[in-house]
T-cell receptor
Framework: GAGVSQSPRYKVAKRGQDVALRCDPISGHVSLFWYQQALGQGPEFLTYFQNEAQLDKSGLPSDRFFAERPEGSVSTLKIQRTQQEDSAVYLC??????????????????FGEGSRLTVL | TQLLEQSPQFLSIQEGENLTVYCNSSSVFSSLQWYRQEPGEGPVLLVTVVTGGEVKKLKRLTFQFGDARKDSSLHITAAQPGDTGLYLCAGGASYGGGSQGNLIFGKGTKLSVKP
């Protein structure tokens, strides 16, 4: 597709359930980011991939959160044993450029519409 | 920890008024981006500034990057209802540390322009 695609758009989970959120980045984009956005707040960084390598996972809030991008394209964010505080919109973004390239300029991020997770 | 603080948090104005949104940090950023987000959608890039003191204009929007690369402002002239949305600033990798992959976002300014 032309843009970043995320699924599902909406997910309701009972506390304790596992969920998986999928991101299809723009074809050929090297970098892929996951952000968590609470209502009325700015996106908070979760993790970053350059191709299939997860270069930064410092934003993952706990070991219940796991992300992968095994073939350097589609990515999945998995949340195990969901808690109410996990309720948020999870945004995926991709970028054509990798990072660490001189002069450390971050390229434009193209965001998906997000997956809204509600944990009851 | 790098933080970007945006002000004001909320802004409600009448059509035709001018406004300025601020984005401040104690950290130096190599680049700074402004995004606009509408409800139910992901943020969309408006502009990237990379040079200290840089000024960029996009129709009625004027963006400025501070000389010290720690702050930025967004000025909208003659606001229109279509400008309504959440305006986010985001800082790229800073010198001296931090993940180069991480774009750090401010909490945003929620702008409402009434007709």
């Amino acid at each position: 597709g032309a843009g970043v695609s995320q699924s599902p758009r909406y997910k309701v989970a009972k506390r304790g359930q596992d969920v998986a959120l999928r991101c299809d980045p723009i074809s050929g984009h090297v970098s892929l980011f996951w952000y968590q956005q609470a209502l009325g707040q700015g996106p908070e960084f979760l993790t970053y991939f350059q191709n299939e390598a997860q270069l930064d996972k410092s934003g993952l809030p706990s070991d219940r959160f796991f992300a992968e991008r095994p073939e350097g394209s589609v990515s999945t964010l998995k949340i195990q044993r969901t808690q109410q505080e996990d309720s948020a919109v999870y945004l995926c973004a991709s970028s054509l450029v990798g990072t660490g390239q001189a002069p450390y300029h971050t390229g434009e991020l193209f965001f998906g519409e997000g997956s809204r997770l509600t944990v009851l | 920890t790098q933080l970007l603080e945006q002000s004001p948090q909320f802004l409600s104005i009448q059509e035709g008024e001018n406004l300025t949104v601020y984005c401040n940090s104690s950290s130096v950023f190599s680049s700074l981006q402004w995004y606009r987000q509408e409800p139910g959608e992901g943020p969309v890039l408006l502009v990237t500034v990379v040079t200290g003191g840089e000024v960029k204009k996009l129709k009625r929007l004027t963006f400025q990057f501070g000389d010290a690369r720690k702050d930025s402002s967004l000025h909208i002239t003659a606001a229109q209802p279509g400008d309504t949305g959440l305006y986010l600033c985001a800082g790229g990798a800073s010198y001296g540390g931090g993940s180069q992959g991480n774009l750090i976002f401010g909490k945003g300014t929620k702008l409402s322009v009434k007709p």
